[in-house]
């Protein structure tokens, strides 16, 4: 009975969907801003990506409201699992291919994400995927031998810090008798790899704090899945 | 039929979202409920950065010799979207572990007999 009534509901809102988005013209978007936002921000902000200049420069307090909410899901799915007791021995042990395959890739996923941070205002990328390859670089061994555990508290340490460092950022070009988070000190060419002013600074922060708060999650449910 | 083949990314979009609502809704198993919503919200990122194309458009990235590029915004709000989702889904994926904890079955019918709540 549910199955049907489930079907019938999403079949009529499929319907009606596509009746909409036939409506809907592809390739010539109906938003304006865009165009205004590609022909300012070289001269405003100076960073090559435009999507960094927008997610560092326009929207730069929405940025910092993301990040507090992946810092409420960490902390709360930290909480829900409480503190576990890692049990060693009731895991099998990873494969030699596992084991040495995740010692010999470990310093190539911190330099790739470490690079993918430094150029987010020049190349697609920044501190949100750079972040995530981090997370994986810390996590592959976890997954080599279960029994080992990461540093909670040098996690938490450079998560604070990133955070910290990413609101007085913010709290500086109030200083300076700004907005709070506005791009300041970019008078460099743009494309360079030391341009953009504070923009690339705040990458940084903020690939640090997803770095270290998805590498807690993970071994969060690493440590659970270890403990049955 | 040029107007179903230009139109393709929208279909798609469709599909995947109508897929991932019905498994919502039919699958009483929570971990495929998790599974129907990134199917659901996969489909919402796509959508996004259809509506963002423009034609002929390069990725919003200042390079010479570009003229024409991409909408930057909806690019801008997935980009963040992406993150934030993985962080939910493993939110969600602890409280599955503690309701299987608790209640030693992650059937929602089951829940609701033991909890004598239907």
């Known amino acids: 009975m549910r199955k049907l009534t489930g079907l019938l509901f999403a079949g009529g809102l499929g319907f009606m969907l596509l009746a909409i988005a036939s409506g809907l013209d592809f390739g010539s978007p109906p938003m304006r801003i865009g165009e205004a936002i590609q022909s300012a921000s070289p001269q405003e902000v100076g960073a090559a990506n435009i999507v960094t200049s927008v997610v560092l420069g326009y929207r730069g307090i929405d940025t910092l409201g993301e990040l507090a909410i992946l810092f409420a ?19 099998r042990k990873g494969g030699f291919v596992l084991f040495h395959g995740g010692a010999l890739i470990f310093p190539f996923l911190l ?56 609101i007085l950022i913010g709290l500086a070009a109030l200083g300076e008798g700004q907005a ?46 270890s403990e049955q | 039929m040029e ?84 962080a939910t889904t493993a939110l969600a994926l602890a409280l599955v572990v503690r309701i299987k904890e608790t209640y030693g079955t992650i059937e929602e019918d089951e829940i609701h007999n033991l909890d004598h709540s239907l």
């Open chain 2, 3 to 86: 107007f179903f083949i230009g139109h393709y990314n929208y279909w798609v979009v469709i599909i995947l979202m109508m897929v991932g609502l019905y498994t919502v809704i039919s699958r009483g198993n929570l971990v495929k409920k998790i599974i129907g919503l990134n199917i659901f919200q996969v489909s919402v990122f796509f959508l996004y950065i259809s509506l963002g194309t423009v034609e002929g458009g390069a990725a919003p990235i200042i390079a010479e010799g570009v003229k024409v590029y991409s909408n930057p915004l909806p690019h801008v709000l997935i980009l963040t979207a992406i993150v934030v989702g993985v």
């Open chain 1, 73 to 91: 899901a960490a902390s709360a799915a930290g909480l829900v699992l409480g503190r576990r007791h890692t049990t060693t021995g009731t895991q």
């Open chain 1, 111 to 166: 330099t790739i994400g470490f690079y993918i941070i430094f150029h987010g205002h020049l190349t697609p990328g920044g501190g949100f995927q750079g972040g995530v390859i981090l997370a994986a670089a810390f996590f592959l061994p976890l997954l080599a031998r279960p029994g080992a555990r990461l540093h909670h508290s040098i996690l938490s340490v450079i998560e604070a810090f990133a955070g910290a460092s990413f």
């Open chain 1, 180 to 225: 709070f988070l506005q791009p300041m000190l970019n008078q460099d060419t743009l494309g360079a790899l030391i341009s953009a002013g504070t923009l690339p600074l705040l990458y940084i922060a903020v690939g640090l704090k997803v770095g270290a708060e998805l590498a807690s999650l993970l071994s969060n449910l690493a440590q659970t899945e």
